[in-house]
């Protein structure tokens, strides 16, 4: 399986921003597809998933602004970031949960697409 960001980039005080996500490859379902994070010296978070049977999850800090979805048989996901702050600057990485609860469940990630906030 593979994952292909895009859509990050520079962004201003309450601009938006929509990043994509591609999947290729043998995904099985159940699955999780979505987004993490990671700011300069700060851990890894997550920012939105969205599973194949339709649920979401958003971090506290998104909820209201960012909106999750998934198009393309559920193989594409997109972030639409919209009010972005100086904290949404980060490192924004694709993740793919495949086959959840079988033996063949696997976690992919994708390379990275940076938003930075610019003043």
């Known amino acids: 399986v593979q994952l292909v960001e895009s859509g990050g980039g520079l962004v201003q005080a309450g601009g938006s921003l929509r990043l994509s996500c591609a999947a290729s490859?043998?995904?099985?379902?159940?699955?999780?597809m979505g987004w993490y994070r990671q700011a300069p010296g700060k851990a890894r978070e997550l920012v939105a998933v969205l599973t194949s049977g339709g649920s979401t999850n958003y971090a506290d800090s998104v909820k209201g602004r960012f909106t999750i979805s998934r198009v393309n048989a559920g193989n594409t996901v997109y972030l639409q970031m919209s009010s972005l702050k100086p904290d949404d600057t980060a490192v924004y990485y694709c993740?793919?949960?495949?086959?959840?609860?079988?033996?063949?469940?696997?976690?992919?990630w994708g390379q990275g697409t940076q938003v930075t906030f610019s003043s």
């Open positions: 490859g043998m995904i099985l379902r159940p699955n999780v």
């Open positions: 993740n793919l949960k495949s086959g959840i609860g079988y033996v063949t469940e696997s976690d992919y």
